[in-house]
């Protein structure tokens, strides 16, 4: 089974920055698509960015110039810097990844991190 844990969620003045990792664990043949996700009170859940395992990258324009998504293959980790924070950014931000492991293909999802932005 393929569990997700995210780090790294807090208290930010708006202007300031933050950075989440989320791992991934357990026994996977491959990793493909990495991302985040958020999911403010009484909002659906959108997507923040996704990465692959080549380094491409696709963000939400609301994000975009503010937020970098990155990955570390070798960890099965994500990371996303988030610069510039707003106070409509403050959410709860879950990581997802896909891929193959011995039960055959997952999609899986953290608890995710709460990120709140102080105006």
């Known amino acids: 089974q393929v569990q997700l844990v995210e780090s790294g969620g807090g208290l930010v003045q708006a202007g300031g920055s933050l950075r989440l990792s989320c791992a991934a664990s357990?026994?996977?043949?491959?990793?493909?698509?990495m991302g985040w996700y958020r999911q403010a009170p009484g909002e659906q859940r959108e997507l923040v960015a996704t990465?692959?395992?080549?380094?491409?990258?696709n963000y939400a324009d609301s994000v975009k110039g503010r937020f970098t998504i990155s990955r570390d293959n070798a960890k099965n980790t994500v990371y996303l810097q988030m610069n510039s924070l707003k106070p409509e950014d403050a959410a709860v931000y879950i990581c997802?990844?896909?891929?193959?492991?011995?039960?055959?293909?997952?999609?899986?999802w953290g608890q995710g991190t709460l990120v709140t932005v102080s105006s």
């Open positions: 997802n990844a896909r891929g193959r492991s011995y039960t055959g293909a997952f999609d899986a």
């Open positions: 357990g026994i996977m043949f491959s990793v493909n698509v």
């Open positions: 990465i692959t395992p080549g380094g491409s990258t």
